[in-house]
Structures are given as C-alpha cells and as structure tokens.
C-alpha cells in the first residue's frame, strides 16, 4: 500500500496547516495509523497515532494540545491538524501504517512515502 502525505507548506508561528495522507487503496486489516516527522541530521520522531476506528488517539508530548489525528476509512485518508504552530514543528512529515498498534519506534511502522514538507517561520 502506498501512502501519500500532502498539505504542507510555509506559515507562520501560530498558523494552522492540516496534513492529509492518501492510500492507494483501502488498507486490508484494521490497522492504527500514525505520523511521524524528521529534520535533516535527525532520526524520525512519532508525532501522533490513532486505532481503527478513530475512537482512540496517541500524541508526542510536543504537540499534545495543538495537533489532532483523525481518518475516514471510507475515503482511505487519514489526517493530521496542526494548530498554533511552532518553529519547532518544521519538519518533513510522513504518514505510516502501524504494525503492531499502539507503536511510537518507527520500526513498527511501514509504508512510509515521500513525506511533505512543512515549514514554520518565526
């Protein structure tokens, strides 16, 4: 399956950006999905997962409050709505498949695209 993360762009501290990541086809199994997001020289770090359903949501500590991670199984998206952005939120992004469920190592996650790019100015 393959996954692409678009929605990114230039803003300002304290703008709002909302990610969308598209599957080329519905994802057998009832998979979490999650986000995770890196900078140059550093490793990837989980941002935000959800179950199934939706009913039940996981987030770094770093962006507990201003980001929300939802999906529409039914549309195959699964989003990320990022609010009150910081520079510290500048990062390419990329939407995942989680494996196992419940995971924040990214050797849990597959499916990982190209990743949008989202950068926040101060």
């Known amino acids: 399956v393959q996954l692409q993360a678009s929605g990114g762009g230039l803003v300002q501290a304290g703008d709002s950006l909302r990610l969308s990541c598209a599957a080329s086809r519905r994802i057998p199994g009832a998979y979490d999905m999650g986000w995770f997001r890196q900078t140059p020289g550093n490793e990837r770090e989980f941002v935000a997962g959800?179950?199934?359903?939706?009913?039940?949501?996981r987030y770094a500590d770093s962006v507990k409050g201003r980001f929300t991670i939802s999906r529409d199984n039914a549309k195959n998206t699964v989003y990320l709505q990022m609010d009150n952005l910081k520079p510290d939120d500048t990062a390419v992004y990329y939407c995942v498949r989680d494996l196992v469920g419940g995971s924040t190592d990214e050797r849990l996650f597959d499916s990982w695209g190209q990743g949008t790019q989202v950068t926040v100015s101060s």
């Open positions: 959800v179950d199934y359903n939706g009913w039940h949501t």
